[in-house]
């Protein structure tokens, strides 16, 4: 398995302004991933963080409004840049970790809320 | 067509009865199956995972219909502390999870 802690576990922001969530896990795993869920919604894949080159974005996002760092294996940052209420949700730092099959590992999630 | 398809329910049931979830994937290629729980508030926690043969952990029983595409979970003998939305999840040969919008549980007394 794997502990992941992800802060801040949540905020109120202003508009237009930026927020950068943190994830740090407890173990050097290959791929760390960024996930967004809106109330009552599914977990929706914002992009996939890899350590040593840039993010891979899943269609809908964009490294200006989503830039991730990954520095190293163990962590990775998501910002959440010149937000809108549209942007208030629940992001979730996840790591894949293999044992007999891949598994994903959640952090607590940060609860953002854009005023 | 969304990768993995559940009923959202909500399933209101009493103590102690049965309930089943059940969850369809559309790619053929998909390799691993899981079930998350989420409560209210909280990150998505593995249950279980599935397997081909059906797999059993307590009063949780998991199937996977690898012909039909088709994933299901039962849960006998429910208890209040069931309430959660369950996650039917899935992994293609890549690294990506794909994840249904869940399935509701309430337990009522």
């Known amino acids: 398995s794997a502990v992941i802690s992800q802060k801040p576990s949540r905020d109120i922001c202003q508009r237009g302004t930026s927020l950068t969530i943190q994830c740090q896990v407890d173990s050097q795993v290959t791929m760390m991933f960024w996930y967004r869920q809106q109330p009552g919604q599914s977990l929706t894949l914002i992009a996939t963080?890899?350590?040593?080159?840039?993010?891979?974005?899943e269609s809908g996002f964009v490294i200006d409004k989503f830039p991730i760092s990954r520095p190293n294996l163990t962590f990775s940052t998501l910002t959440v840049s010149n937000m809108s209420p549209e942007d208030s949700s629940i992001y979730l730092c996840?790591?894949?970790?293999?044992?007999?099959?891949?598994?994903?590992?959640f952090g607590q999630g940060t609860r953002l809320t854009v005023v | 067509r969304k990768e993995v398809e559940q009923d959202p329910g909500p399933f209101n049931v009493p103590e102690g009865a049965t309930v089943a979830f059940n969850c369809t994937y559309s790619?053929?290629?998909?390799?691993?199956f899981f079930w998350y729980r989420q409560d209210c508030r909280k990150e998505p926690k593995l249950l279980m995972s599935?397997?081909?043969s059906g797999n059993e952990d307590g009063r949780f029983t998991a199937q996977l219909n690898r012909a039909s595409q088709y994933i299901s979970l039962l849960i006998r003998d429910s208890k209040l502390s069931d309430s959660a939305t369950y996650l039917c999840?899935?992994?293609?040969?890549?690294?990506?999870?794909?994840f249904g919008t869940g399935t509701s549980l309430t337990v009522i007394p």
């Open positions: 790619n053929s290629a998909s390799q691993s």
């Open positions: 599935v397997y081909s």
């Open positions: 999840v899935v992994n293609t040969e890549g690294n990506q999870f794909y």
């Open positions: 963080a890899n350590q040593g080159s840039e993010a891979t974005y």
């Open positions: 996840s790591v894949a970790v293999s044992d007999r099959r891949r598994l994903a590992f």
